[in-house]
């Protein structure tokens, strides 16, 4: 074979893992460092009204404690809307004992978050809020969130997405601590250099605030296994990218070790799923709406537990190319891009991430990367999750 066809071939394999991991390097560069955190958020002066809706399927064990934490930060002029979606459980009673007003929504056939959103919004048509916040049922908000998010999505008229994150606790497994860590890096890092980059933030599901006049005709009631990605995506689209406000956290307790599988492979298996079909039309969309392609460039990056073997192995193909008496220039230019990667997560775990994973988990990053081979191969398999499913809390 002559070598110049190497050659090319070392560059046409090199090309899209330079890109991919250029994208996640510029991220993790960016985001690594924690910002300033600057004064108390505004209190949510002259607005007339604002729900926190939160959809819930069975929570009745729960979804007091998250009433009781979400009523000692709720302005004035706010209410809080239960979904007390297909429950078979009382978490309509619970809800109400606790303060919050409920609707009961009976559907086994469309089932799933986005059709529970759908069902609180339609409740709310008749006298509508300024703002909408959701917050799903077994969530903490931190101090100030609610009127932070709220504040936030009205001043710029676009949805805000606040800081996701999930509280393991010292005893975790160590699958459940590198998951929670990978979600750090997602939610936190990622999210935090989009954010100094000047691109969209990824919704989140929980912790986001949208105000109403863009709320009230969203595509809600779907059973995607990520309908808040694809929200985000819709409102990039509309012109009206979503914002991440750190300063405005949001807590979720993390699931045993035998359902965060099965909660990851869901909404890893529904983000291959919008990348492969939303992933290179943003970048398209991109060349003339710059906003978009940095959401289309985010969505090709693969979770990290799927990113690093196609590294290794687009690695170990480019050295093979260039002894076989192509360039090494590939080789050695993904490689350098590739340990900088390495070494910036390193960074972000220093810097943001010592609390949700001690130094000794790292060891078994090898065999959580084997635990989720699993989720991809059933993905590519075509035989993965294709519906929603309510994740067990801990203690159930």
Not at 48 to 71: K, Q, W
Not at 311 to 323: E, K
Request: proline content about 7%.
């Amino acid at each position: 074979m002559p070598n110049w066809i190497i050659i090319i071939a070392g560059w046409m394999v090199a090309a899209p893992v330079l890109l991919v991991f250029g994208v996640l390097l510029t991220e993790l560069v960016l985001g690594a460092k924690p910002g300033r955190r600057g004064a108390a958020p505004p209190p949510l002066a002259g607005v007339p009204s604002m729900v926190v809706l939160v959809p819930a399927h069975n929570e009745a064990a729960g979804i007091g404690r998250t009433i009781d934490s979400l009523l000692e930060e709720l302005p004035h002029d706010a209410r809080i809307l239960v979904v007390a979606d297909n429950c078979s459980d009382d978490t309509a009673a619970t809800a109400r004992a606790h303060g919050a007003d409920v609707v009961e929504r009976n559907d086994p056939v469309l089932r799933g978050k986005g059709h529970a959103l759908a069902f609180g919004r339609d409740a709310l048509r008749s006298d509508p809020p300024d703002a909408v916040l959701v917050v799903d049922a077994d969530c903490t908000l931190g101090a100030g969130a609610l009127a932070a998010l709220g504040a936030r999505a009205l001043e710029l008229d676009r949805p805000v997405q606040g800081l996701y994150l999930l509280n393991a606790g010292a005893n975790a497994a160590p699958k459940v601590q590198i998951s929670n860590f990978a979600f750090l890096i997602k939610n936190l890092v990622r999210q935090r250099g989009a954010r100094r980059l000047g691109a969209p933030a990824i919704l989140g599901g929980t912790g986001m605030a949208f105000p109403w006049r863009l709320f009230a005709d969203l595509p809600l009631a779907t059973s995607d296994l990520v309908e808040d990605l694809l929200l985000g995506i819709h409102c990039a689209r509309l012109g009206s990218p979503p914002c991440f406000l750190e300063s405005a956290s949001v807590w979720s307790e993390a699931a045993s070790e035998a359902d965060t599988i099965k909660q990851r492979s869901r909404w890893e298996q529904g983000f291959l799923s919008t990348a492969l079909s939303h992933g290179l039309p943003l970048l398209r969309e991109g060349l003339l709406r710059p906003a978009l392609l940095w959401t289309g460039l985010h969505l090709l990056v693969p979770p990290l537990a799927l990113l690093f073997p196609i590294g290794f192995l687009a690695l170990a193909v480019l050295v093979m190319l260039a002894l076989l008496g192509g360039s090494w220039v590939p080789a050695a230019l993904f490689g350098s891009v590739f340990c900088a990667v390495a070494v910036m997560i390193f960074v972000a775990w220093l810097l943001n991430g010592r609390w949700v994973i001690p130094a000794r988990t790292f060891v078994r990053v090898p065999l959580y990367i084997l635990w989720k081979a699993g989720i991809y191969f059933r993905f590519f398999a075509r035989r993965g999750e294709t519906e929603w499913v309510r994740t067990r809390r801990q203690g159930e």
